[in-house]
């Protein structure tokens, strides 16, 4: 059964950092592509990040592009998303999702990742 538990949210102030962790387990992590999705209460659900399976290709919305960082450690079964320079528009629930199909790349849309955790909550407010 997959299982991905995310970690590390909070409450931050504008301007500061958060890194956010999502243990995996119950599948081989090291061949699927994973994604960072989030949504803010009355919002559509936006796809952050994503990360191939080798660690190598990374896609990132333009919200976040030069602010956020996705990696994983395939030997730790750990996806990561390093937040830096937090504005209020961050806040959110977090969501690390699995790609449905293993392989090369992250896909093309968030409709090809349909396994989440329960999320971890940021908050960024003075």
């Known amino acids: 059964e997959v299982q991905l538990v995310e970690s590390g949210g909070g409450l931050v102030q504008p301007g500061g950092s958060l890194r956010l962790s999502c243990a995996a387990s119950?599948?081989?992590?090291?061949?699927?592509?994973m994604s960072w999705v989030r949504q803010a209460p009355g919002k559509v659900l936006e796809w952050v990040s994503a990360?191939?399976?080798?660690?190598?290709?990374?896609y990132y919305a333009d919200s976040v592009k030069g602010r956020f960082t996705i990696s994983r450690d395939n030997a730790k079964n750990t996806l990561y998303l390093q937040l830096n320079t937090l504005k209020t528009e961050d806040t959110a629930m977090y969501y690390c999702?699995?790609?449905?199909?293993?392989?090369?790349?992250?896909?093309?849309?968030?409709?090809?990742?349909?396994?989440w955790g329960q999320g971890t909550q940021v908050t960024v407010s003075s």
């Open positions: 999702r699995k790609r449905d199909a293993a392989g090369l790349g992250y896909g093309a849309t968030i409709d090809e990742y349909n396994s």
């Open positions: 119950g599948f081989t992590f090291s061949i699927y592509a």
């Open positions: 990360i191939d399976m080798t660690g190598r290709i990374t």
